[in-house]
């Protein structure tokens, strides 16, 4: 899964070398993480750096999608970050990620096993 720093993350066949998917979201996508054993996916990015102190921070959107893998559709989103995210990540057990961006932080999202409410 690579993110070409445009609105877009691409799922590859290793093997061929070939674009299996492509994730499309409405703002810079600069890390995405495969869920260990679901069909999920994290998107994360938002807009430039350099544009973040003119505009509000949910102008900015910089926020976590989860997107389902097979579907491509946005199955929800986590906000938190007052800068352009620079990586997300979960955890190996599947119950729980990473985010980090540039305002400086690094939030744990813990997941609560109905999948519909978040912590």
């Known amino acids: 899964l690579t993110t070409p720093n445009d ?27 495969l869920h260990p054993d679901r069909e999920l996916i994290l998107m994360g990015g938002g ?3 350099r544009d973040v102190t003119t505009s509000a ?4 959107k910089f926020e976590t999608r989860i997107v389902h893998a097979v579907h491509c559709n946005e199955l929800g989103k986590v906000q938190g970050h007052f800068g352009p995210l620079n990586t997300c990540a979960w955890n190996p057990s599947g119950t729980s990620f990473v985010t980090g961006g ?5 939030r744990l999202h813990n997941m609560k096993e109905d999948w519909g409410v978040w912590e």
């Open 47 to 49: 807009q430039e750096a």
């Open 57 to 60: 921070a949910g102008a900015g």
């Open 102 to 106: 540039e305002d400086g932080y690094v």
């Open 7 to 33: 609105e877009t993350a691409k799922l590859w066949d290793t093997k061929t070398l070939t674009v299996v998917k492509t994730y499309k979201c409405n703002t810079t996508v600069r890390s995405a993480s």
